[in-house]
């Protein structure tokens, strides 16, 4: 059995009934943290727990309500804090786009890291807590056909970073780090979006796939922010200095620290 290096942790795991959300909650139960799970759908998030078959208290509500996320970290005063929830954009190019459309992941992503990361500088969460936000690989890369999809992800990038220098300067000891998965077909959110990029490339998916490489998985995101969550002491077969990057890219070679 892996060193269960989060055990008698809390971690609270945003967006957690399915994707990326889910695979997080798995594997940080897996190494020992008790994982509170926070989605809009309770059927959802029961068969997350049943899968998981260990405690999950499964928490149905909004996760861009900043209600929601005060109360839950006073509540729970997790030691890990995962921000995985996020809209599906509209995978159209910018001209079909409405202002509405663009406009979704800023008023569902940005704004439930924005909520959740003041409230955990505002608390503040325990000394040695680690705070993990989910951008994406189109802050880098673009992303053409999700509207305002890659700036969101960008912004929270930026958000991640200006909360870490805040609790250095106040002494808080919170870690805050973001993570950029690639584009894979692991997901829902994802799956659209590659059969969106394979067909303006003229591409059915598996050849668009077969030109990008070895696709990312659910559990490989999983084990990269359990690892995450331990800290640079984590578990063992950890990437050498996961932890000490205020950002890094995940892709299915691993995470790559980014400057």
Known sequence: MADRHLSGTTAVVTGASRGFGAAIAAALCRDGADVVGVARDRAQLDAVSARLGTPFPPIAADAADPVVAGQLLSTYRPRTLVLCAGASPLSRPLQQQTWQSFSRNWDVDV????????????????PGSAVITFSSGAAVAGSPLSGGYAGAKATIRFITAYAADES????LGITFTSVLPQLTPATGLGAAAVAAYAERSGLDVPAFLAQRGPALTAD???????????????AAGAPAGLGGAAAYLLTAAGPSPLE
């Open 111 to 126: 704004q439930q890291v924005f909520g959740w990361v003041r409230e955990s500088l505002l608390l503040p969460l325990d």
């Open 168 to 171: 250095q300067r106040a002494g």
């Open 220 to 234: 490989q995101v999983g084990e990269a922010v359990s690892a995450l969550a331990a800290g640079p002491d984590g």
